[in-house]
T-cell receptor, first 117, second 114 residues
């Protein structure tokens, strides 16, 4: 079964600095999808970024980018020019390409990011 | 803009009460999910559904049931609420896994059982 591990329960960054959140996963599949979700104190889980495993190019969305290392099964999130509004819980997630319960999202335990003014 | 709507943001119920948590999506998604979220435990899957009238148990189904009579609505039922069911409940929906998309989440219901 696939697993997702976020080894940093909490992290802190100074406003305007860059921070990287780590995520590793375990799978025997070759095609799959990876996601980062943000959950601010308002509780709404918001999709930040998505990566398709068959694409070598790292996904980017404005200040958010990933470092996807397929062989190492690593999927880290980099937040550049951190803003106070980036303070949130961040979840890494894996999704198989297959249907049924195998295709359910598998979440890591999350990393709580604090942003210092 | 696509939406998943959870009927209540905060709910306080008494022990032994039957509790209904409602979730409605407007995206014609096949899949719907109920999670509970507790500090340090992350997101835990309670039940999910791939189609109308079908349901499957997740990782922690005990004490819960679900109903999906219409494609857009997925209800979570606590048959007899207990204090250990005090938690944040999140509903989500998605297209099928092969489409490679993530889930869209509702804004959560914080349930307190007293």
């Amino acid at each position: 079964a696939q697993t997702v591990t976020q080894s940093q329960p909490e992290m802190s960054v100074q406003e305007a600095e860059t921070v990287t959140l780590s995520c590793t996963y375990d799978t025997s599949e070759s095609d799959y999808y990876l996601f980062w979700y943000k959950q601010p104190p308002s509780r709404q889980m918001i999709l930040v970024i998505r990566q398709e495993a068959y694409k070598q190019q790292n996904a980017t969305e404005n200040r958010f980018s990933v470092n996807f290392q397929k062989a190492a099964k690593s999927f880290s999130l980099k937040i550049s020019d951190s803003q106070l509004g980036d303070a949130a819980m961040y979840f890494c997630a894996y999704r198989s390409q297959y249907g049924g319960s195998q295709g359910n999202l598998i979440f890591g335990k999350g990393t709580k990011l604090s942003v210092k003014p | 803009d696509v939406k998943v709507t959870q009927s209540s943001r905060y709910l306080v119920k008494r022990t032994g009460e039957k509790v209904f948590l409602e979730c409605v999506q407007d995206m014609d998604h096949e899949n719907m999910f109920w999670y509970r979220q507790d500090p340090g435990l992350g997101l835990r899957l309670i039940y999910f559904s791939y189609d109308v009238k079908m349901k499957e148990k997740g990782d922690i189904p005990e004490g819960y049931s679900v109903s999906r009579e219409k494609k857009e609505r997925f209800s979570l039922i606590l048959e007899s609420a207990s204090t250990n069911q005090t938690s944040m409940y999140l509903c989500a929906s998605s297209l099928s896994a092969g489409r490679g998309v993530g889930y869209t989440f509702g804004s959560g219901t914080r349930l307190t059982v007293v």
